[in-house]
C-alpha cells in the first residue's frame, strides 16, 4: 500500500526554543553567488547573524528572504574577527581540508560555534588557520575533490542544525 502525500509548499519556519549560537564568519568571496547562496541557508538554518570579509555584496535574487533574516556584518579582515569571537566564547571552527581535521559525520559541535569558511580558490591562509580552535572537512568519494563553498556550506550548516534543533 503506498502513502497519500499532499504538497504543501512554503511550510512556516519551525520554531526555535532558544537562538542560535552559531555565527558564520567568512574570508573574502570570489563570487558573490556562492556569499548569497550561503546567506540564503543560513537564513533557512536559523542563523542571525554572518561576518564577512572583503567587498561583500549579496545577490537578493539569490539570498531571497535570507538577505532579511541574517544580520550581514561587512569587516575588513578575518583574523581579527576571530580574535573578537574567541573573545565572545565562541568555538572557531573551521571548514578546511587540513592534516588533523575532523570528519563532518562524527564531529560534534559546541552550541557556541564560529563556523569559518574560506576563500573559494585558496581557502583559510595559516594565520587564519592558526587561530582555529577545529576543522572539520567533509569526505568526498569522487572528483573534483572538494565540494563548492556553498554546497559544503550548507552540509555543515544543516550537520549544526541536525545536533541542535531547537536552536
Known amino acids: 500500500m503506498s502513502a497519500v502525500f499532499e504538497q504543501v509548499r512554503h511550510r512556516p519556519p519551525r520554531p526555535l526554543a532558544r537562538p542560535r549560537e552559531l555565527v558564520v564568519a567568512c574570508a573574502p568571496m ?5 556569499l548569497s547562496t550561503i546567506a540564503r541557508t543560513a537564513g533557512c538554518c ?3 547573524r554572518m561576518i ?7 545577490d537578493r535574487t539569490i539570498a ?30 573551521g571548514l578546511e581540508q587540513v ?24 581557502g583559510l591562509s595559516a594565520d587564519e ?5 577545529d576543522c572539520v572537512e567533509i569526505p568526498v568519494w569522487g572528483l573534483p575533490f572538494s565540494y563548492n563553498v556553498a554546497t559544503a556550506t550548507s552540509m555543515t550548516l544543516y550537520e549544526y542544525c541536525r545536533q541542535f534543533p531547537d536552536g
Open 64 to 93: 531571497r528572504d535570507g538577505a532579511d533574516a541574517v544580520e550581514l556584518e561587512v569587516r575588513n579582515s578575518l583574523p581579527p574577527v576571530l580574535k573578537t569571537l574567541r573573545a565572545d566564547g565562541f568555538r572557531l571552527v
Open 52 to 58: 564577512v570579509c572583503g567587498h561583500a555584496r549579496l
Open 30 to 34: 570570489r563570487s558573490n553567488v556562492n
Open 46 to 48: 536559523g542563523v542571525s
Open 129 to 133: 588557520l592558526a587561530l582555529l580552535d
Open 99 to 122: 592534516t588533523g581535521s575532523a570528519d563532518l559525520h562524527s564531529y560534534s559541535f559546541h552550541r557556541r560555534t564560529a563556523l569559518v569558511i574560506g576563500n573559494e580558490r585558496a
